[in-house]
């Protein structure tokens, strides 16, 4: 039998070690799960990641995050439902697939509203960012708490060159399920198909559409090169990638935390941008390694310009908060409508 001094000592080294490990360990920590829309290698995943080394750090380990990349929680439209019924703690999606549940947001989805990085920080870390927050809350119940940028959406298909609105005739092009981007393509003379994100991938691969179009970024980190062939450099949409949070889960943290929170979002902002300035030409050479063509439309862009700007532009005045609104950004990146 343990002498009765032995044994105290025991319990009590067994206490103090206890007391060690509970100050020092997370005894159990908690773990966030955020939908990624994109695979490894994306910018989504980029501020996945850093939105979570944050969260980590300033929590001293009690609080982590773990990405579910590709969609594995649902398509990125179902994710915003999710987040906003408190089903799902964060989602990483594009803001095209935001548009349908606050349409304000739409202001940056405008064709040739943000034409370029700079201006796209501008406007998400600015006023506007801080308002389309306030929207998706309202209208959305999810909070946005990081922007990711991806760059300019560029038009891919497999069947050939496209320079000019006469060469994308015929061709099946997926976008999302997206009214904005749907009248666009509508205002270059095609019917474009409106597909889910989680879904383009196989359709491209089994010939149901001929393209599609997503950043330089997006279609290196999704593998399109390997069932795409020509890539046309428009620049009718800046991607902005939002990461954005269930609002009942951001209302149930204590102040600190939610201080915590926002502050993990802003730095994996500013990563985000400076992950993509570092990395897009590099991407583009990596594609055409790859095999992809790579041309600009013809004339400058003019005909694509003119046609979208016409056409879209008036008719999403009203979703988007008013003329007034779209005036009031222009401004404040030195143009006008
Ligand atoms: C889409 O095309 O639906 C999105 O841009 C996909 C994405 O999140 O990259």
Redesign the pocket.
């Known amino acids: 039998m343990m002498k009765k001094k032995v044994w105290l000592k025991c319990v009590t080294g067994f206490a103090v070690t206890a007391l060690v490990l509970s100050l020092s360990l997370p005894v159990s920590a908690k773990t966030w799960k955020i939908a990624v829309?994109?695979s490894g290698g994306s910018p989504?995943e980029q501020t996945g990641i850093k939105f979570a080394q944050v969260l980590e750090r300033e929590t001293n380990g009690n609080y982590k995050a773990t990405l579910f990349l590709n969609g594995q929680l649902g398509s990125?439209q179902d994710t915003v439902n999710d987040c906003a019924m408190g089903t799902l703690d964060f989602s990483l999606?594009?803001i095209?697939?935001v548009t349908p549940f606050s349409p304000t947001v739409g202001s940056l989805s405008l064709p040739y509203v943000i034409q370029s990085i700079e201006e796209a920080e501008k406007l998400t870390q600015g006023e506007i960012g801080a308002e389309l927050t306030q929207n998706t809350i309202r209208d959305a119940n999810v909070r946005i708490i990081a922007w990711t940028y991806t760059g300019f959406r560029v038009l891919t298909n497999s069947k050939k060159p496209v320079k000019t609105l006469k060469d994308l005739k015929g061709l099946v092009v997926r976008v999302?399920k997206n009214a904005i981007m749907i009248d666009t393509y509508k205002s270059w003379g095609i019917n474009p198909t409106p597909m889910a994100?989680s879904e383009t991938f196989t359709a491209l691969q089994q010939k149901v559409v001929d393209g599609q179009d997503?950043p330089y970024m997006?279609v290196w980190a999704m593998k399109f090169y390997e069932i795409q062939k020509y890539v046309t450099a428009i620049r009718y949409l800046f991607?902005l990638?939002p990461l954005i949070i269930s609002e009942d889960l951001f209302q149930s943290q204590s102040p600190e935390m939610q201080a915590i929170i926002l502050k993990a979002g802003k730095e994996a902002t500013l990563h985000s941008a400076a992950f993509l300035k570092k990395s897009e030409d590099n991407i583009k050479k990596e594609l055409v390694n790859a095999g992809m063509v790579i041309d600009e439309p013809a004339n400058g862009e003019k005909e694509w310009i003119e046609k979208a700007t016409k056409a879209v532009w008036p008719k999403y005045y009203d979703s988007i908060g008013g003329k007034d609104k779209l005036e009031k950004i222009l401004n404040m990146l030195g143009r006008s409508i």
Do not use: R, Y
Request: proline share 7%; aromatic share 8%; glycine share 8%.
């Open positions: 829309g994109d989504q990125e999606l594009a095209n697939n999302p994100w997503n997006t991607s990638e």
